[in-house]
């Protein structure tokens, strides 16, 4: 493709990306290092940059931004990839700058006021977020901030119309779920508490395939790195779509889930209209993304969101022997928003991990793990839409 279209800046990108799938990390850099030189306004090849250094260990792994032509659309991408690393204090000094140099760029300050929560300082993210846009970005974001203020019923009024607008909003949705099960609202039991949303399902694959199939992704993950701005905490992740992949295995594999998916449609609740998992009860499912995850020797997922998804999942096909330990390590908690959001809540469900058990859950149940401290985890992961591409 750069044959036929040389310079062309998303071809050489995906060509450095290639390059570091394929373990030519020293490669990958440098390609990436020539593409931020010739194109410093260029925010993706600075992210790229920033990522690659990352993987290296560079501590300093944003510092190309500090030299890039300064414009909106760059800050904010700068203090993205600070807080993808939860360097959130960093994240909104870059905010402050950039609201400062453009008091007009809405995005800014949304950003801003976002940071700023994620930094503990929702007092001070309020006014901004009073103060913002009648859009949805900006009453999820504020409602999200109302609960770090411990101000449910203020949340529950702020993302509710969003929700309801809205179907597929899985954030709208997530906060909501935060605010009514604080407020004693029974329409949280409605939400996520039907018999049939959460489930744990055997994946229909022999012990020959999957160890194959282990075999295959601790492979990969000898080539991945601690991914930025993810759940993924002290473990590494795939990149690219997984089932994108040419190997048997793994057509194998997406045929097993495909088969767990059907089993899970069919034991869900009655079609509703009003729900934002049970008003697609009957209509196509694909899968829309695809990565696995280990961890060895520590590590742990965040409580987050897919915000893209219908349904989310996690296959596991490794897991610890401290499993079965006091403090339950390793298990997968449904339920339990990110630290500093609701923190009286706890999870409204705990799953075991087991090799061979496939869970699928609403994507919009926040979402994490307990820390593992000793041996392997690894599980593939993917999220399911609705409708047609």
């Known amino acids: 493709a750069l044959t036929r ?4 800046p998303e071809l050489m990108r995906g060509y450095a990306e290639a390059l570091q799938a394929s373990g030519r990390s020293a490669e990958a850099m440098a390609f990436a290092e020539a593409l931020s ?6 925010t993706d090849g600075q992210a790229l940059l920033a990522e690659l250094r990352w993987e290296a260990g560079d501590p300093d ?8 032509k300064p414009d909106p659309a760059t800050q904010q991408a700068w203090a993205a990839l600070l807080s993808g690393a939860d360097r959130h204090e960093e994240a909104v ?7 400062a140099r453009w008091p ?13 929560g994620e930094a503990g300082q929702a007092a001070a993210a309020e006014p901004l977020l009073a103060a913002g846009a009648d859009t949805p970005a900006w009453a999820v974001a504020r409602g999200r901030n109302l609960l770090r203020l411990g101000r449910p019923d ?25 605010a009514w099960r604080l407020l004693g609202d029974a329409r949280a039991a409605w939400l996520h508490g039907q018999d049939g949303l959460v489930r744990a399902l055997p994946l229909p694959l022999s012990g020959a395939e999957l160890a194959e199939l282990v075999a295959m992704l601790r492979a990969l993950h000898a080539e991945s790195a601690i991914p930025l701005a993810q759940s993924v905490k002290g473990g590494t ?10 190997e048997p295995i793994l057509a194998r594999l997406r045929e097993g889930l495909e088969a767990v998916l059907a089993d899970y449609r069919a034991g869900l609740p ?15 499912w694909r899968i829309v993304g695809s990565w696995s995850v280990r961890f060895e020797g520590g590590g742990r997922h965040a409580a987050h969101i897919h915000p893209r998804g219908l349904l989310s999942s996690a296959c596991y096909l490794v897991v610890p022997d401290e499993v079965g330990a006091a403090g339950k390590p390793g298990w997968l908690e449904l339920g339990r928003p990110p630290a500093g959001i609701a923190p009286s809540l706890g999870p409204l469900h705990e799953l075991r991990p087991a090799p061979g058990l496939v869970a699928l859950f609403p994507s919009t149940l926040f979402h994490g793990t307990r820390p593992i401290e000793t041996g392997e985890r690894m599980t593939v992961a993917f999220d399911v839409s609705a409708g047609l591409a």
């Open 37 to 42: 030189a010739h194109f410093p306004g260029w």
């Open 93 to 99: 000094a870059v905010l402050r700058e950039g609201v």
């Open 270 to 284: 009655a079609a509703d209209p009003t729900h934002p998992l049970l008003s697609k009860r009957d209509i196509a």
């Open 154 to 178: 203020a949340a529950a009024r702020m993302v509710e119309p969003v929700a309801r607008a809205d179907l597929g909003d899985v954030a709208a949705w997530a906060l909501l779920d935060a």
């Open 5 to 8: 279209e040389p310079g062309k």
């Open 61 to 68: 792994y944003a510092r190309g931004f500090a030299s890039a």
């Open 104 to 116: 007009d760029a809405a995005e800014l300050r949304l950003a801003l006021a976002t940071a700023l």
């Open 237 to 246: 992740q795939t990149r690219g779509g997984l089932f994108a992949r040419r």
